[in-house]
Structure formats: C-alpha cells, structure tokens
C-alpha cells in the first residue's frame, strides 16, 4: 500500500491512497488543477483514481467533490446526509456518479476494503476511515472531534495512520481566536490537540504502527516544528514521524 497528503488542514484536504487492485481520494478540498499536478510529480494520473471517498460535508474536505467527479470522471461515495449538506452548496456544483453508505459500514473493492468510522467531530455525519487490503490497515484519521471511545484501541491496530494534529494547547489558549472559537476547537465537536495525538501515538508505536504523519495542523495555532516536538517528547527518536503540508504534497510513504 503506498498514501500521499497531497495537502492536510483548514485551507483544503485530500489524501491519495493505493493498493494492489485501488486507486482512492479521500476527500476533494482542493482544486482538480491542484490534485491533478500534484498526483503527476509522483508518477500518478489523476483519471486512474477508482473512487472519491468523502469524510463529511465542511467545505476544506468536500468543496471541489463536483470537479473531481466531472472532469475527471471519478466515482464518488458519501454518506447520503453529507450528500444533501454538500449539494446545497453553490461553490460544489453537480456530483456525477454518486454511491452513499452509512456511517460505520464497510466499503468493499474486491480485497480492499474501506472501513468507515463514525466521528462526533461537528459535520453532518462525519467519519474516519482504515483502508485494509489483507496485508496492511493504514488509518485516515482527522477531524475527530475528541479522543472518543475505541479511538485509542483503533490506531494501535493500524500500520500506518494519517492521525489529526490540529492545535497546541498554549498557542490555541494565547492566541487570536475569540473566546467561542476556541471553545469549539476545544470542544467535544472540535480537533484533538498535538498533546492528544501524541497520546494515541504513543501506545501504536508500542504495537505493529510502522509510520504516522501528523495531519490537518492549524495555521494559527500549531506549526511542524511545535508539533514534532510534542510528539518527539513523548515518543522519543525512534519512530518514523512526519508532517503533512498545508501546502502542497508530502512525501509517498509506502505500507
């Protein structure tokens, strides 16, 4: 199994993710120009992608699913509730091709299989995911919420995670923000924190986890040198650490 970040956080999310027998996006929140370009630099076309799997309806993760779907002509899954919010947005335009499943199902693509993974984060109907191909299990983990029940136990099954690092706790409290903003951050429906991630990632890497790449980090709140140091204090040296780019793609990690 190979993934790439072609770009993680609140300014737009997609992941690229590829087995033996499946080629899949998850989330459309960049441009088809961008996700076309970036899939190139690592030797991918773009109109190869099997499915576009859509996590839940905010506009980061779901605004361009229309473009993904008509020029590229990529089937596109989503939650029938994530269907209707999207739909209602002007800036998403038609979705060609659309398959709904229901929170928690399994997706299944031959020996590939996609597990859905509800999430109280506050879209409509949100979900995570474990892509399994009966080798690997590798985590799309963001957008959470909270460290809910069964999330700890879920990333120390997995290979490989994509796992959300959204804020550093002193930056969020210090910063900017107002007072409601942070509270939803903060909240139950909000994002875990570098503390929180570096918590779930500690048990993993005592398990089978090989790599995890810390995703959808704020601009305001977080940086990836803050992050990586939260991490590296809990961790330590010896694990396989990286950070997605707000910014364009990251490196191709393999499974």
């Known amino acids: 199994m190979k993934a790439v970040s072609l770009q993680s956080g609140s300014n737009g999310n997609c992941i690229y993710v590829e087995t033996k027998d499946l080629r899949i996006l998850f989330d459309a929140g960049i441009s088809g120009i961008q996700a076309e370009e970036r899939l190139r630099t690592i030797g991918r076309d773009i109109r190869d992608v099997d499915c576009l ?17 008509r020029k590229y002509g990529i089937d596109v899954r989503m939650t029938r509730k994530t269907h209707s919010v999207v739909m209602s947005s002007a800036s998403c335009g038609p979705i060609r091709g659309v398959s709904h499943f229901e929170p928690g199902e399994i997706i299944s693509f031959g020996d590939t299989v996609i597990e859905t993974i509800p999430t109280p984060h506050d879209g409509v109907d949100g979900v995570a995911f474990v892509v399994d191909d009966s080798r690997s299990r590798l985590g799309v983990l963001t957008d959470l919420g909270h460290v809910f029940d069964g999330l700890p136990e879920l990333v120390t099954e997995l290979d490989g995670v994509f796992l959300e690092s ?29 503390a929180e991630s570096a918590g779930l990632l500690s048990r993993a890497f005592a398990g089978r986890l090989k790599w995890a790449c810390l995703a959808h980090l704020s601009e305001q709140n977080n940086s990836p040198a803050i992050a990586v140091a939260t991490h590296r204090a809990v961790l330590g040296g010896g694990v396989a650490l990286s950070v997605a780019s707000r910014y364009g793609i990251s490196s191709l990690l393999s499974l």
């Open 53 to 69: 799997v859509i996590s839940h309806d905010h506009t980061d993760h779901a605004r361009c699913a229309g473009i993904f779907s």
């Open 166 to 194: 959204n804020y550093d706790v002193s930056m969020l409290e210090n910063g900017p923000y107002p007072a409601f903003l942070k509270k939803r951050i903060k909240g139950p429906g909000g994002h875990i924190s570098n």
